[in-house]
């Protein structure tokens, strides 16, 4: 659908949009003025519009540890990615990658588009970086020599059994909690969560990555590395690519659902680590990210369209989640809101039925007893017959804009 035809279905998505489209024009103008930061700061909107946003409203000090921390792995990431790289050039690349950071002049090609300029300008990534504190400078070092070894371990290893599954998301995504983690903790905002609460953070959002993004992953040419675990799909297929067949329809999406009820299973403890935060921007940057995860299950759930297209949150919705999401009662409602719209999307001959429904339940049961649901809320379930009435209202507004328009601008009798 047209954006217009969004807006006019979802016409409470329109004050959001144009507050995120502000915000997001005045960060474009607060790049800083050395060439190195410029780099980074700009590089980081390219790579990522999501993470950017929800980055660039921590207070400076963090800010640039994080943005650093981002660009570091996301190269990581590219040299891990990129199937043109030979296996016997990558593995010592990954291996020592948290030792190139420390040197401005160390370069490796690799990549397209805007990670390729990445790759190519890394020297403002390793100056910056060396500009950091100690504390964050070896936090982001510890990380990335992790990150580097798992993702090495498993350039020559497929995700066989849930347990690969795991240890892989904790490698690339999980992780990433632990860093961010030390680093909240580094800047003197935060203590110190657990291990096991910040790699579950990584993992609920990694896992709705492998999830939404089987098509594009499977029709990758050159043939990309599928992170699905054989141990769910073989369950329903006999080649993951099969899933992607109509005649294979109702075994893809009972497999789709099996991956999604696998992922319920770290709400629990995301939603643990977030009410322990305590600054405010921490917490928004944390809480943003999981509350689009959640929206996104809810949107994958049950639904075919993974199978044949991309599956997006619309951009309204996106944009209502980050004015929204403020406090951990503004997360509890999400959860439990998003959890009642997969609850009723559950098919009674779904095989996983039952536990899919116990595990939301268990969520909205934490959500409960937290005590900060209320009813005076606004829902993210829209009911249809409001959001009709407020497109008439929209309709009804821009006809009397264009007959005033053309009132006031016809000459006076
Ligand atoms: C709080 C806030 C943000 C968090 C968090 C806790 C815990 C973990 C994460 C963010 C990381 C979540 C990663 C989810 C997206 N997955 C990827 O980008 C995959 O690459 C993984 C390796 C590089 C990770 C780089 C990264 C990502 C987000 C960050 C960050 C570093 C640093 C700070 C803040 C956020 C994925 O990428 C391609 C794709 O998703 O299409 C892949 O190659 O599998
Ligand atoms: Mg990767």
Redesign the pocket.
Known sequence: MGSFGAMLKHPDDIYPLLKLKMAARNLEKQIPPQPHWAFCYTMLHKV?RS?AL??QQLGPELRNA??I??LV??A??TV??DTAVETDVKLPILIAFHRHIYDPKWHFACGTKEYKVLMDEFHHVATAFLELGKGYQEAIEDITKR?GAG?AKFICKEVETVEDYDEYCH???????L???KLFHAAELEDLATDEH?NS???F??K???IR?YL??INEIPKSRM?WPRQIWSKYVNKLEDLKYEENSDKAVQCLNDMVTNSLLHIEDCLK?MSDLRDPAIFK??A???VMAIGTLALCYNNIEVFRGVVKMRRGLTAKIIDKTRTMADVYAAFYDFSSIIKSKVDKKDPNATKTLSRLESVQKTCRESGALTNSRKSYIIKSEQSFNSALIMVMIIILAIIYAYVSASPRF
């Not at 490698?171 to 909690?177: C, D, R, T």
């Open positions: 990522s993470f929800v980055i994080v943005c921390f981002y792995l996301r990581l990431d891990e990615d990150m993702m490698y690339v995504a999980g992780l990433v909690g860093g961010l983690s910040s953070m990584g993992l959002l990694q709705t990555n492998i993004d594009e992953d992170f680590y940057f944390c943003i990210p999981q």
